[in-house]
């Protein structure tokens, strides 16, 4: 996945769409893709990066796939939601894994 500003921000719109407040603090899961021993070897990077990120690494119900989870809980600014994808996507080509993008339920 490239990271896009079009695609963020047209994420954001639906979010608005939906009746989030973009002006107040949501939690935002950022999702990367790879093999468990590389996601664990990435967890201390992203934490080094943000303090404040929760992180989980889980398999796939099928046992062939696995996910890094990185909430924070943050106002979702495209300009904030930009920098994070940025940096993770940053890290997690470095360490041959896949960023994947973000969600949330809300605020």
Do not use: H
Request: net charge negative.
């Amino acid at each position: 996945m490239i990271i896009d500003e079009k695609s963020t921000s047209d994420v954001l719109k639906q979010y608005q769409e939906l009746g989030f407040d973009l002006t107040k603090p949501m939690i935002i899961e950022f999702f990367i893709g790879g093999s468990q021993k590389n996601l664990q070897s990435i967890e201390s990077q992203l934490i080094s990066y943000r303090q404040d990120f929760q992180i989980s690494i889980e398999q796939d119900e099928f046992g062939e796939m696995w996910t890094c989870y990185c909430s924070v809980n943050i106002v979702p600014s495209l300009e904030n939601i930009l920098a994070i994808e940025t940096t993770l996507f940053g890290i997690a080509q470095k360490n041959d894994c896949n960023y994947e993008g973000f969600g949330s339920y809300g605020n």
